[in-house]
Nanobody, 128 residues
């Protein structure tokens, strides 16, 4: 079965950093884009980043809210996508999910596009 394992969440202070990982199994990594979503308390789940699973160019996305602070990257050999989160803000507090979709990264930014597979979330808490 397809599984997406998100990890790396935890507690950080404002201005600090965390690195999230999403490791995929049971799927052909080359066939999917991997996106990161987050859901803050009382808020809707929103896509914040995406990269093609192969790490290829021309298929990446970073939401305005995280651009300049977060960086997404992938390791094909490890079937892992990383989200390096720096200069964290309390507003970044949320449950972070990774998801796979057999589409380009624009699907992650499109609220009408459904993901094919979801991982369980990892909680990020940023204290002020």
């Amino acid at each position: 079965d397809v599984q997406l394992q998100a990890s790396g969440g935890g507690l950080a202070q404002a201005g600090g950093s965390l690195r999230l990982s999403c490791t995929a199994s049971g799927l052909n990594f080359d066939d999917y884009a991997i996106g990161w979503f987050r859901q803050a308390p009382g808020k809707e789940r929103v896509g914040i980043s995406c990269i093609s699973a192969t790490g290829g160019g021309g298929s990446t996305y970073l939401a305005t809210s995280v651009k300049g602070r977060f960086t997404i990257s992938s390791d094909k050999a490890k079937k892992t996508v990383y989200l390096q989160m720096s200069r964290l803000k309390p507003e970044d507090t949320a449950v972070y999910y990774c998801a796979a979709v057999a589409k380009l990264c624009w699907a992650v930014a499109d609220p009408d596009s459904a993901m094919d597979y979801w991982g369980k979330g990892t909680l990020v808490t940023v204290s002020s």
